[in-house]
Every structure is written in C-alpha cells, then in structure tokens.
C-alpha cells in the first residue's frame, strides 16, 4: 500500500536552517493531511494538519504546503533547532475513510549543532 | 495537556495466549482508535470506534482482534490467539471529531514468543 510515500528515509540540517520534509499521494480522495513528529519509544505528536481546500497552513516554525494538483505537501521547519530531531510522518484521511490515516513511512530529520 | 494514556508499555506473550492491551483516551473525545507499527514499518490502522460501535476496521483487523469500551473511560484491544506476527508496537489515538486531529499515546510494545 503505497497511497502515501516519504522518499526520503533521512534529512539532515544545519541548526537554524530550513527544514524541507515532503511527501506525496496517490490517492485523489484524500482531503485532510497532517503531520506527525515521532521520537523514540514515544507515540507520534500532532504538529499541523491541512484540508484540501487550502494550500498553506502555518503554526509557528512549522507550514505545511499542499499542491493538490501534484498531490503533494511539504512541511517547512523554520529555523531548526536540535528539538527538532524526530522522525516525521505525513498522514492522510478521505472522505471515504474520513476515520482512517494512512501514514507514510516517514522520514528521520537530525539537526545539527 | 490532556494525553492518550496506554498500559501496559511492553507486554510480552507466549503464541496462542489472549492480551488485552489498554487505552485511556482524552476525556472529551468521541472516536477511538487503534493503530499499529511492525519493525521497521508503516504506522497501519486498525480500527475506529464510535458511539459504543466499531465505525471502521482494516483487512488486518480479522476475528482474532476485538475491541470494548467498557467503562467511560477505557478502551481495550484484545488479540485472542496471539501469533509470532502479532509482534509490533500498538498505538492507540483518540480525537474530538472524525476530521479532528488524532492524538496518539506512546504504544504498548508487544512482543509474541
């Protein structure tokens, strides 16, 4: 099942810099996507979440961007800090499975002092 | 902060035993679910609950696996006759609404011998 990819399995960034996570769907039914941040050992943490009818939802550091068209959204991070340091999964949800978030494989961001 | 509260953290059973493994959701939350996360893969859903009743289930949640609220403010995930592959780390989320954000607890570990 690969409705939902992360392409990139790690990330790397320099302290203070921007962090650009992406990810990509498949499936066109999806109308609601967050992000999760995930440290070891714990439960995944909800940062930000974005409907389909926008294309850009902000929170502080963390915007998440949605270009439906490419069925695609990106998560900025800016400026990283060494918190920051977490696995990152992109989740989606459809009006057809409105109660059921497909995750992505996730991506590990370290950032560096 | 109100938080999604799992016990126990690591559970460890021998194949063909029952567990139960527990969740205290968020006070206020009405929907429910449970989620799963084999090695090194995908976080994959379960199962939702909804007003005392399962809303939705995955192909993964097969006559071995059940779910109960049985007070106001438990809900349970019981595998019935563990197998070797039931082995992951089980998360259960609970949200306000079905196109609320889900909050996660920090899993239970189980691990099938």
């Known amino acids: 099942d690969q409705q939902v990819k992360q392409n990139s399995p790690s990330l790397s960034v320099q302290e203070g810099r921007i962090s650009i996570l992406n990810c990509d769907y498949t499936?066109?039914?999806?109308?609601?996507f967050l992000w999760y941040k995930k440290y070891p050992a714990e439960g995944p943490t909800f940062l930000i979440s974005?409907?389909?009818?926008?294309d850009k939802n902000e929170d502080g550091r963390f915007t998440v961007f949605l270009n439906k068209s490419a069925k695609h959204l990106s998560l900025h991070i800016v400026p990283s800090q060494p918190g920051d340091s977490a696995v990152y999964f992109c989740?989606?949800?459809?009006?057809?499975?409105?109660?059921?978030?497909?995750f992505g494989q996730g991506t590990r961001l370290t950032i560096n002092p | 902060e109100p938080e999604v509260t799992q016990t126990p953290s690591h559970q460890v059973t021998q194949m063909g035993q029952e567990v139960i493994l527990r969740c205290v959701p968020i006070?206020?939350?009405?929907?429910f679910y449970w989620y799963r996360q084999i090695l090194g893969q995908k976080v994959e859903f379960l199962v939702s609950f909804y007003n005392n009743e399962i809303s939705e289930k995955s192909e993964i949640f097969d006559d071995q696996f059940s779910v109960e609220r049985p007070d106001g403010s438990n809900f349970t995930l019981k595998i019935r006759s563990t197998k070797l592959e039931d082995s992951a780390m089980y998360f259960c989320a609970s949200s306000l609404d079905v196109n609320t954000e889900a909050f996660f607890g920090q899993g239970t570990r189980l691990t099938v011998v």
């Open positions: 974005i409907s389909s009818i926008k």
């Open positions: 499936n066109s039914m999806f109308d609601y």
């Open positions: 989740a989606a949800s459809g009006l057809e499975g409105a109660q059921k978030l497909v």
């Open positions: 006070s206020n939350h009405l929907y």
